[in-house]
């Protein structure tokens, strides 16, 4: 709630306010009060930036015009030659800046299995500067250990980068277990109410911070700062919320589970799910994101068509449910075998639960199940 932030040193406003400005009037020349140029300075950018390094137990952050300039920043570690080792099923963007992007600059990627340790272990090269996770995965939940692929990353001389849009730094800490840099988009959870795009970057290592600060000034794809003001609001009652989405999920993954039209549910929390222990182990709840299986391409889209309560988008994390297709939507751009390897079937369905009254989900899922 407190952390990054002070009560305005010139008014005592409790909440830091939104400083819109692009520049800062000098007392005298070479004489300023830090702040010169607002792509290099912002108050309400610094103040997010001291909030998300103290909740993910880092030591910077990096505010971001969104998750993928986050991640592209990041990507400027490297250089031309490096390889990196990703999670085979991680976010459709991530997969596409990767390909499409940043192989024109000879970097190389090796997309494997990081739930797997030998399969990791196996994956690096002399070349391997960074291991790349994303746990748990969008859309099949499938889990990283993340002390484990640390460890071998580190023994191998790479750092390890994590994407925790999807578990929130409530439900996972991935520094706690060795990671170097975690990486979010702040349209999700941390911002946690639909209204506004962002990305962040969080480092331990000096020499990552020294070259994310200057990279974020040098590329300038920085956090305005209405959207720096609207993540800092939403991470104040992020625990409050991740209790709910986590109690909420849980329930409505339970529910699913046991009706005869779903013949697959995919959710940490279930004793079902193989990676149930390392959750655990790992995680504080099990989040908010769900996906399950209706049978057929046919089925879902009657199901998608039938909710009423549940909003059919793109996107997760708001305090409200969506509900999408990610065959169709967030995962078009990864081409159809590559979905059919990493399990994204047609008759997916994936749930981000919302904090809404939990029998009110439950009424909304009955009747669109009916209609199939
Ligand atoms: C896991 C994950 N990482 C990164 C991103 C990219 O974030 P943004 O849309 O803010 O650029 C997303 C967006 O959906 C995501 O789900």
Redesign the pocket.
Known sequence: MHAGQVPDPSTGAVITPIYQTSTYVQDALGEHKGFEYARTQNPTRSALEGNLAAIEGGKAAFAFA????A?GAVMTLLQAGDHVVVTDNT?G??YRLFERVLRKYQFDFTYVDTSDLEATRAAFRPTTKMLFV?TPT?PVLRLTDLAAVCEIAHSKGAFVVV?N??ASPYVQRPIEFGADIVVH?T??FLNGHSDS???AAIAVREDHIEWLKFVQNAEGAILGPMDAWLVLRGTKTLPLRMERHNANAQILAEYLERHPKVTRVYYPGLPSHPQHELARRQMRGFGGIISFELGSFENARRFLNGVELMALAE??GGVETLISHPASM?HASVPPERRAQIGITEDMVRVSVGIEDADDLLADLSQALDRI
């Open positions: 969104s998750g993928m300039a991640e976010y963007g991530t994303e969008n994407d849009t999807f988009s349209t999700k795009v962002g990305g996107s997760l967030t």
